[in-house]
């Protein structure tokens, strides 16, 4: 059974830093892109990024560009997100997901980890 | 860049009634749209990939149609557990929502 699972979430005051992790089980984790999308409170879902089987390309949004990194270890079965420079605007929902296409389609999901901004 | 547009923004309807959701490209996009659900306090659930196959164990009142800039999700009778809210996305865009509630 496919399973990702997220941690590493919580509070954080402006400007800080967190590191999320997503832990894969159940698939062959190095065969796979995989990607993170957030959910700010209340409304609806954003890409943040994505890292391609081997690491060796990594793609952002825009604002998340040099604060974010997105990074994998296959020997671990994990998924990172390195967040620094965080902004309140960065609050949300972060799940992780299995990337199944060239289109992004994304067919495995964790359940989340919150992330708050806030002083 | 591409704008997703999802309409109605909710949509009422009772279980048994068909839904209609749609999905409008900015720009055409071919015919590689996906649909997600998500319920509240949940993560979103794959349903349609590539516009119109659907994902390993999702119902066949469940369908996905069209191509270009105009794409539908269908859901032919309702039922309890599918009143949630439907995403559709290309590559790395998301539509808004549509939040389908029980009338």
């Known amino acids: 059974e496919v399973q990702l699972v997220e941690s590493g979430g919580g509070l954080v005051q402006p400007g800080g830093s967190l590191r999320l992790s997503c832990a894969a089980r159940g698939f062959i984790f190095s065969g796979y892109w995989m990607t993170w999308v957030r959910q700010a409170p209340g409304k609806g879902l954003e890409w943040v990024a994505n890292i391609k089987q081997d690491g060796s390309e990594k793609y952002y949004v825009d604002s998340v560009k040099g604060r974010f990194t997105i990074s994998r270890d296959n020997a671990k079965n994990s998924l990172y997100l390195q967040m620094d420079s965080l902004r309140a605007e960065d609050t949300a929902v972060y799940y992780c997901?299995?990337?199944?296409?060239?289109?992004?389609?994304?067919?495995?999901w964790g359940q989340g980890t919150p992330v708050t901004v806030s002083s | 860049e591409i704008v997703l547009t999802q309409s109605p923004a909710t949509l009422s309807l009772s279980p048994g009634e068909r839904a209609t959701l749609s999905c409008r490209a900015s720009?055409?996009?071919?015919?590689?749209l996906v649909w997600y659900q998500q319920k509240p306090g949940q993560a979103p659930r794959l349903l349609i990939y590539d516009t119109s196959y659907r994902a390993t164990g999702i119902p066949a009142r469940f369908s996905g149609s069209g191509s270009g800039t105009d794409f539908t999700l269908t859901i032919s009778s309702l039922e309890p557990e599918d009143f949630a809210v439907y995403y559709c996305q290309q590559r790395k865009t998301f539509g808004q929502g549509t939040r389908l509630e029980i009338k």
């Open positions: 720009q055409s996009i071919g015919s590689y």
């Open positions: 997901a299995r990337v199944i296409n060239q289109y992004d389609t994304a067919d495995y």
